[in-house]
Each structure stands twice: as structure tokens, then as C-alpha cells.
């Protein structure tokens, strides 16, 4: 299984970006797929999911602000990210999940798969 995340950048605050998440190697319309960012010396920090079935959850920061997305016929995963802050800055992260609940999403621990990992930096 291999998730290549991309998209990342410098962009000045209130500017926009769009990460996209190819997968390969695993039955991306059954998984649940999620979006984690980690600043240095920190853990991995939830930031949206969508399930297998094309329900979106937020954590409280970014909604309003991300969208999440996935083309299935792609098997590709986006972030839709507007307005955004220094505060964004971090390591986005996809990750790839065979659980079917919603009441774990924000829990990385339950995510089976994981990307590379693409740089956001967002400058005041």
C-alpha cells in the first residue's frame, strides 16, 4: 500500500492550497481516509476525515476553512485549504483506515496506512 501525498508549499496567510493523497495497493472506495498534521515535536494532530461511504468530519479549527474530498475513480484523496493560517503550519499527513465507525476518526491510532507527508508553511 503506498499513499503519496503532495501539494504542499509556502503560502502567505488568508492564501489557499490543495493537497491531494494518490493511493495504490488497497481498495481506496472501502477505506475511510483521514488528514493528520504534525508540527516538530508534536504529535499527530487530527484535521478532517471522510468515510468510506462520503461523510466529512472536522476538527473544530479548520472548519469553515478545509475541505476534504475524495475521487474514488482516482483513488485520490483531497484537502481543500482556504484562508489559511500560520497557525496551519505543519506536516500534512493522509492515512488510510479499514474502520467503518465515525467515533474514532480523530484517533491515529486506528489509521492502517500512512503517507509521507507533505510541508505546509504559511507566512504572516
Known amino acids: 500500500v503506498q499513499l503519496q501525498a503532495s501539494g504542499g508549499g509556502l503560502v502567505q496567510a488568508g492564501g489557499s492550497l490543495r493537497l491531494s493523497c494518490a493511493a495504490s495497493g488497497l481498495r481506496f472506495s472501502s477505506h475511510t481516509m483521514g488528514w493528520f498534521r504534525q508540527a516538530p515535536g508534536k504529535e499527530h494532530d487530527y484535521v478532517a476525515a471522510i468515510t468510506w461511504g462520503g461523510n466529512t468530519y472536522y476538527t473544530d479549527s479548520v472548519k469553515g476553512r478545509f475541505t476534504i474530498s475524495r475521487d474514488n475513480a482516482k483513488n485520490t484523496l483531497y484537502l481543500q485549504m482556504n484562508s489559511l493560517k500560520p497557525e496551519d503550519t505543519s506536516v500534512y499527513y493522509c492515512?488510510?483506515?479499514?474502520?467503518?465507525?465515525?467515533?474514532?476518526?480523530?484517533?491515529?491510532?486506528?489509521?492502517?496506512?500512512w503517507g509521507q507527508g507533505t510541508q505546509v508553511t504559511v507566512s504572516s
Open positions: 492515512a488510510a483506515t479499514v474502520y467503518k465507525g465515525n467515533y474514532y476518526l480523530a484517533d491515529d491510532t486506528r489509521y492502517d496506512y
